[in-house]
């Protein structure tokens, strides 16, 4: 079996590529090519901030989107 790896686009590591997607869609797929797994984690923490700091309804489309945007720049992917 071998492991796959991938150059974090945000800390600019190489690191092992993620068993799956950490999100849905097309986003997820971005982010399981060009984000490791520790950076993911770090996003998952800095999204309740995001969350608070712009009080923010994530089952809401566009606060949804707004918190997208923030993951993206958050993890450097576009």
Not at 16 to 29: D, L, N, T, V
Request: charged share 25%; hydrophobic share 40%.
């Amino acid at each position: 079996m071998t492991i796959d790896v991938i150059v974090c686009a945000r800390c600019g590591e190489e690191r092992p590529k993620m068993e799956k997607a950490p999100y849905p869609g097309e986003i997820g797929q971005k982010i399981w090519e060009h984000a490791c797994s520790a950076c993911w984690q770090a996003w998952i923490k800095q999204q309740v901030i995001v969350i608070n700091d712009f009080k923010l309804v994530p089952f809401m489309p566009q606060h949804r989107a707004t918190l997208e945007q923030h993951m993206k720049d958050f993890l450097k992917i576009q």
